[in-house]
């Protein structure tokens, strides 16, 4: 399959047409680390490549979106060494050693933020970004804008206001700059990123609130890891980012708290226990905080600083409306809790996720309402009732998070047939895997 059309890596998990969960007979027990974050991996992986001097990261996700990421930053002459979870790089210091080249970064939404304001703090050259389809219908317009007016000049190459875009490398100038912040925070990452390397300071001021803050935590954590300046009010709405560039050094990235939910998840539906070895509580990750979701249904949890540990619940609870704004990926994570709590669930404010790799709140309702699940859509979520699901075929969309929110859904019910299970390798190429260490049965069929 050419690139125009897929999203999957070398790194993923090819060839399987669907994947067969079996339902367990008893408790989920055991213990597991996860991969790295996705989110530390792809940003770390840019200011690594900016920055003056070698970088080494340790616990680099192997993924989908990192590949294309590698993959785009060797385009661009940037000099990389991997082994296992370690990969050096050499940075260019803000002056990309290819002036010119195309790249295709797959379905990565977040090199598709971050990657357009890192070319344009270049001195010279021009290329093309451009992503799968679904990724180009996915929105850019506030991180353009906001960098055009620091001097960058980036030009869409097709109707919409997304990918393909082609930047030029026109140096970036300091000044004040404001940036919506409702619809992703991620256009806030971008603009941060690539003014450590504008003329002057950056003076950034967010507009209609921030969703996802804790991202922006992470940014900025990386950031001054990497020797940037920043100074920022407390509620992320007002920054100033000095001109220092970013220096190289030897960085250790947290594993995947979204990832670990999943697993943890499991002890909830199947009242066993189930431990994550490299996941702490109060990790900058918003998802770390599902736990308490769970703790609020029943399940026994022990929130330790280096992992995170959950005893399932004989019936677990609902009757609740949740706003998931925070941690959104885990929205549909409740979506697989939800028919087996005692009373209906309400998910709100998550209206974003419409514009993720799928519309994950049709395509959960969809899912569900197939498996016989009473389920109420909503613009910015949906209400799920109690029920006794039944097994069916079910299409994850290209979709991660949908593929193993359904294989927590197989665990409990019978007959579930995952179509396209290769997606999964856009976070976790090993999710499958795992299930299996844990006693799952898991068949993959070509």
């Known amino acids: 399959m050419s690139q125009e059309l897929t999203s999957r890596s070398p790194w993923a998990l090819h060839g399987y047409k669907e994947a067969i969960v079996s339902p367990v007979q008893g408790p989920i027990n055991g213990s597991l680390r996860v991969p790295g974050s996705k989110s530390y991996t792809n940003r ?49 210091n803000g002056q990309w050693p290819v002036k010119e080249a195309e790249l295709f970064i797959g379905a990565a939404g977040t090199i598709a933020r971050f990657l357009p304001g890192a070319l344009a703090v270049c001195q010279g050259g021009s290329w093309q970004i451009d992503g799968i389809e679904q990724l ?51 256009f806030l990452s971008g603009l941060l990123i690539a003014s450590s390397y504008a003329r002057d300071p950056v003076t950034i001021q967010v507009e209609h609130g921030l969703v996802q803050p804790d991202y922006i935590g992470i940014t900025l954590q990386l950031m001054k890891q990497f020797g940037a ?62 736990i308490d979701i769970l703790e609020m249904m029943g399940c026994e949890v022990d929130k330790g600083e280096t992992y995170l540990e959950v005893k399932g619940a004989k019936q677990l609870r609902g009757g609740f409306d949740i706003d998931m704004k925070p941690m959104s990926d885990q929205a549909l994570t409740i979506a697989a809790l939800a028919p087996f709590a005692d009373a209906p669930i309400n998910v709100y ?20 309402t197939k498996m016989g699940i009473k389920v109420e859509e909503r613009e910015d979520g949906f209400k799920i009732y109690p029920g006794t699901p039944r097994g069916a075929r079910l299409n994850p969309h290209d979709d991660h998070r949908q593929a193993m929110v359904f294989a927590l859904l197989s665990v409990k019910v019978p007959g579930i047939v995952i179509e396209d299970p290769g997606c999964v390798s856009k976070t976790c190429p090993g999710f499958f895997s795992e299930l299996q260490k844990l006693g799952v049965q898991v068949a993959l069929k070509k």
């Open 136 to 186: 180009r219908g996915r929105p850019l317009s506030p991180l353009i804008d906001a960098l055009r007016k620091l001097g960058a000049e980036i030009d869409y190459q097709s109707a919409q206001e997304g990918l393909p875009i082609r930047v030029k490398g026109t140096g970036l100038r300091g000044g004040s700059i404001t940036i919506p912040g409702h619809v992703s925070s991620q």
């Open 349 to 368: 404010n998550v209206a974003h996720i419409r514009t993720h790799e799928s519309d994950r709140i049709a395509v959960i309702c969809q899912a569900l």
């Open 44 to 92: 770390a992986l840019i200011l690594a490549a900016l920055a003056k001097g070698k970088s080494t990261l340790t616990g680099f996700l192997k993924s989908d979106d990192a590949y294309w990421c590698i993959e785009s930053l060797r385009r661009l002459g940037i000099q990389l060494e991997m082994e296992e979870d370690e990969i050096t790089i050499e940075g260019c």
């Open 229 to 290: 300046k920043v100074e920022h009010d407390e509620g992320y709405e007002r920054f100033t980012v000095y001109p220092t560039g970013y220096t190289g050094g030897e960085i250790t990235l947290e594993a995947d708290a979204s990832t670990a939910n999943y697993f943890l998840t499991l002890a909830a539906l199947t009242g066993g226990r189930v431990r994550v070895e490299n996941v702490g509580y109060h990790s900058y990750q918003p998802d770390a905080k599902f």
